[in-house]
Nanobody, 125 residues
Framework: QVQLVESGGGLVQAGGSLRLSCTAS????????MGWFRQAPGKERNFVAA??????????ADSVKGRFTISRDNANAKNTVYLQMNSLKPEDTAVYYC????????????????WGQGTQVAVSS
């Protein structure tokens, strides 16, 4: 079992930056693959980025590649995953969710059994 808590959302102008954080608690939290997903109003939830348990492998949706960076800090049982979002666009507006699963990276939300409560990101034009 792992519990996830996101933070760092907010309102930013187009072209600006935000950094989201997701803290994972649980005895084996550092063993989990972590992913970020987002859901805009009236739309389905979409994959944004994922990172392996070691942090050595990352994967991004084409829509955020080159603008967003996922990273993680497993040192000292911190177990925090970050999503640095630069050059934000109005279409990035959504609720961003952190998710966790064991073993392999996946772009499918259904493959992640553990989810945070979400954090709102709003980008104004």
């Amino acid at each position: 079992q792992v519990q996830l808590v996101e933070s760092g959302g907010g309102l930013v102008q187009a072209g600006g930056s935000l950094r989201l954080s997701c803290t994972a608690s649980g005895r084996t939290a550092s063993n989990y693959v972590m992913g970020w997903f987002r859901q805009a109003p009236g739309k389905e939830r979409n994959f944004v980025a994922a990172i392996s348990s070691s942090g050595g492998t990352t994967y991004y949706a084409d829509s955020v590649k080159g603008r967003f960076t996922i990273s993680r800090d497993n040192a000292n049982a911190k177990n925090t995953v970050y999503l640095q979002m630069n050059s934000l666009k109005p279409e990035d507006t959504a609720v961003y969710y952190c998710a966790a699963r064991l073993y392999y990276l996946s772009v499918k939300g259904a493959d992640y059994p553990y989810w945070g409560q979400g954090t709102q990101v709003a980008v104004s034009s």
